[in-house]
């Protein structure tokens, strides 16, 4: 009797550490962790903004619509928002919208602010009656820039990121490489091409021979890594 073998549960959801994610997003591991996986204040345990998509899985480990999602939480911490009220408005835009990670929705963009309207009589964060009162506030917040280089499914949910900007040449995308950064068109890792130049003499033409890849491709992955290990 031939054997079957069950599908990873990683497969399709991504998984990063704290410190990847960092590294990805610009945000420090420290309010991730805070955000996403709670903590304690005077012997009181404030939990998670929602769980994790690996929460059944692993510890303090991300999947990729949590990395997406945390870039909005980021958001709306610069501009003050409470995570009281960022809470609550994750609730409400889920049920809403009928999506697991609300912010990255596209449908948040114009439904945003009367979702704020809404946690705004629940919290009475200031904050959020700025947001609310001033077009360009919310605009400013919840900026273009959040949602450049998603692909969305037909049902709207976040499907791949592009992290660099006006460039498709590296990609996050759950379904490859358990959405570590890869060359899109090769699916060769971003880290394993820098790992490559290192070792041989920060040589791109060399490193392109060996994997019989454009130039050009090796120098964006090493640029991608240059990035976010700065």
């Given at each position: 009797?031939?054997?079957?073998?069950?599908?990873?549960?990683?497969?399709?959801?991504?998984?990063?550490?704290?410190?990847e994610a960092s590294l990805y997003t610009g945000i420090p591991a420290s309010d991730i962790r805070r955000w996403l996986f709670g903590y304690s204040n005077n012997g009181i345990h404030h939990p998670g903004l929602w769980q994790s998509e690996l929460a059944d899985v692993r510890?303090?480990?991300?999947?990729?619509?949590?990395?997406?999602?945390?870039?909005?939480?980021?958001?709306?911490?610069?501009?003050?928002?409470?995570?009281?009220?960022?809470r609550s408005a994750s609730r409400q835009a889920t049920e809403l919208f009928g999506q697991a990670y609300p912010f990255t929705c596209r449908r948040f963009q114009t439904?945003?602010?009367?979702?704020?309207?809404?946690?705004?009589d629940e919290t009475g964060d200031e904050a959020l009656?700025?947001?609310?009162?001033?077009?360009?506030?919310?605009?400013?917040?919840?900026?273009?820039?959040?949602y450049?280089?998603?692909?969305?499914?037909?049902?709207?949910?976040?499907?791949?990121?592009?992290?660099?900007?006006?460039?498709?040449?590296?990609v996050l995308d759950p379904a490859r490489n358990f959405g570590k950064?890869?060359?899109?068109?090769?699916?060769?890792?971003?880290?394993?091409?820098f790992s490559a130049y290192e070792a041989e003499g920060q040589d791109t033409k060399r490193v392109a021979l060996l994997y019989e890849i454009p130039t050009?491709?090796?120098?964006?992955?090493i640029n991608f890594e240059q990035r976010h290990a700065a």
């Open positions: 009797m031939q054997s079957t073998v069950s599908p990873s549960p990683l497969v399709g959801v991504g998984l990063y550490t704290l410190g510890d303090c480990v991300l999947g990729f619509h949590d990395l997406l999602e945390i870039r909005f939480v980021h958001a709306f911490r610069q501009y003050g928002v409470s995570l009281q009220a960022i439904d945003g602010r009367s979702i704020f309207a809404t946690v705004l009656l700025d947001l609310i009162k001033k077009q360009y506030a919310f605009k400013q917040v919840i900026s273009p820039s959040l450049e280089g998603i692909d969305y499914t037909v049902i709207g949910s976040a499907q791949r990121w592009y992290p660099i900007k006006r460039s498709k040449a590296v950064p890869v060359l899109t068109v090769t699916g060769i890792d971003t880290a394993v091409l050009s491709a090796v120098k964006a992955a």
